[in-house]
């Protein structure tokens, strides 16, 4: 197996500092975004715990397969599902007790998105409403479900596209790391192809960007480093209201 990865963060056109945080460890063949929320830079401090346990648990575990896990195994899932479920709940935990040690830290949180390839799979653990897209010959899809507030008034009953864009909590998450000191993780399994690529970014590219530009892009670029670039570039081109950060990898069996 062979995975291209390229990644990129940047600070958009409002904020003045990234709470944004991206990991690639391509040794253990483990990618994770993190968008970090909270008062000051408790957000930047929330998503770089988030990255640091993954790296942390990831590099231990993949040494030492008998190492001491913190978390029961689900029988509902195989070692691999379980390892990412694992990593990111070891994260929350992190999180929420750092958050719960000093007043200036209280409420920070973050959600995240992780991709880890493992035999001939990929799997995609996340919680919040950081996003994965999987792009194969020349057609995005959308695997995350965002853990939005506004995702939950879709699935209740539809609404109107001008109700969607004059909804008044569009970034209220009801799901992310930190909040509680336990977290639902989601995890979805997919078969990956020669040459299809993952998309990991945080909401300032997904909430700046089409789904369709996106897609325009990825089949414009097969450079990855510069397929990054672009989508970043056009997400602070619209308006950059949030930090933005994109990574991207393609899978070679």
């Known amino acids: 197996m062979k995975i291209d990865v390229a990644g990129l963060t940047h600070v958009g056109m409002k904020r003045n500092h990234n709470e944004d945080n991206f990991l690639l460890l391509p040794e253990q063949q483990l990618f994770v975004v993190a968008d970090g929320m909270g008062g000051h830079s408790s957000g930047e401090i929330a998503s770089k715990i988030a990255v640091e346990e993954l790296s942390e648990f990831f590099s231990m575990t993949g040494k030492d ?23 990111i709940k070891l994260a929350n935990v992190r999180i929420f007790e750092k958050a719960s040690s000093e007043q200036r830290f209280r409420g920070m949180g973050t959600t995240i998105v992780t ?32 853990h939005s507030l506004l995702n939950d008034y879709l699935k209740a009953k539809k609404l109107t596209p001008e109700e969607i864009e004059a909804f008044p909590h569009k970034n209220v998450i009801v799901r992310a790391l930190g909040m509680k000191d336990t977290v639902q993780v989601d995890v979805t399994r997919v078969d990956p192809m020669d040459g299809d690529v993952f998309l990991l ?53």
């Not at 509902?76 to 379980?82: I, P």
């Open 201 to 253: 970014c945080s909401d300032g590219l997904s909430g700046m960007v089409t789904d369709p530009q996106i897609q325009e892009v990825l089949t414009r670029h097969a450079d990855l480093d510069a397929a990054c670039s672009t989508l970043i570039e056009m997400a602070n081109a619209h308006g950059g209201t949030d930090n933005v950060t994109c990574v991207l990898t393609r899978f070679h069996p």
């Open 65 to 87: 397969h008998e190492a001491t896990w913190p978390y029961k195994m689900d029988k509902t899932r195989n070692y691999d599902e379980n390892r990412l479920a694992t990593g």
């Open 115 to 146: 991709l880890h390839f493992a035999g001939a799979s990929a799997y995609i653990g996340h919680v919040g409403d950081s996003r994965v897209y999987f792009f194969r010959k020349g057609f995005l899809r959308q695997i995350t479900e965002d």
